[in-house]
């Protein structure tokens, strides 16, 4: 008997990839609805007997020899995490439908070639960057922290990196990035509009980076997003958008659709290790059509960023699956 598991946003889509691929004779084992994400179905198939005979091998049977099992296809495996991470069916079925002419039984390797068929990846430039950085997002998204990492990372390669901070609205904003600044020893400007950023920025020039941090924005208040906007427009800036791990996908989806309108084109995450599903982040890089940049996943400041590739987001995505994998080379198991 043959087990397959199939994912679709409705029961309907669920019955007919199982007749596509099983045949009218599949048996439905189980079915599973994932609130918000579709349904599960799992199907099975009876094995044609006389084509089992028919390619029977010749050798007798070694009766103290055991068949290994060939364990789940690796198509499967990387449903069953894209739907634990909580990827919203339609994205789930597109990863998954982008394996469909992909060859290997490494479900690690299966997930990154997914994520890098549905996904651009952009990590922030280790050394000069042509534009200066803005870092952008809802409030408590972590920008503050993010550039005291980028600062941190300019500062260990001894890069000179201009710093400033329009975060003037937040109690304590200024404060937090000084804090940081001076351990760094690192000048911080400090701005409250528009013009006086495009006049900072100005001054920086010759600085290998020049990253700003701002205030947080409420996505959802038109006078806020219009101010960020005058002070994204008011110079030659990149913003960058600063999202944690682990919100509601359809509220990633609709933040991170806000912040494209002002100019993002890059997703740097947060709070990865605080988080068990990254399915917002899926759903809200490709919904609003971002790179993914950057993540962080601890909150020390020191090399405190990593740069995303498909296979390390795989990893991430995956994490029993590395330890196995990382169990098997140490035991020299690994196939």
Known sequence: MRLKSFHAPSMQEAMRLVREVLGDDAIIVATREEEGVGVRVTAAIEEDEGMLA????????????????????????????LLRHGVPAELNQRLVDSLEDFDTRDPMMAMAAALDAVFSFQPLPDGKAPRPFMLVGPPGGGKTLTVAKLCARCALQKRPVGVISTDTIRAGGIEQLQAFTRVLKLRLITVEDPTALSDAVEVSRGMEQVLVDSAGRNPYNAQDMKDLREFVTATDIEPVLVMPAGLDPVEAVEIAKAFRAVGARRLLATRMDMARRYGSLLAAAHEAGLAFADVSATTKVADGLTALTPTILAKMMMPELQAEQRRAKQTGTHA
């Open 54 to 81: 028919t390619h029977a091998p010749v050798a007798a049977p070694n009766p103290l020899r055991f068949l290994e099992p060939e364990g789940p296809e690796p198509i499967d495996v990387v449903a069953d995490a």
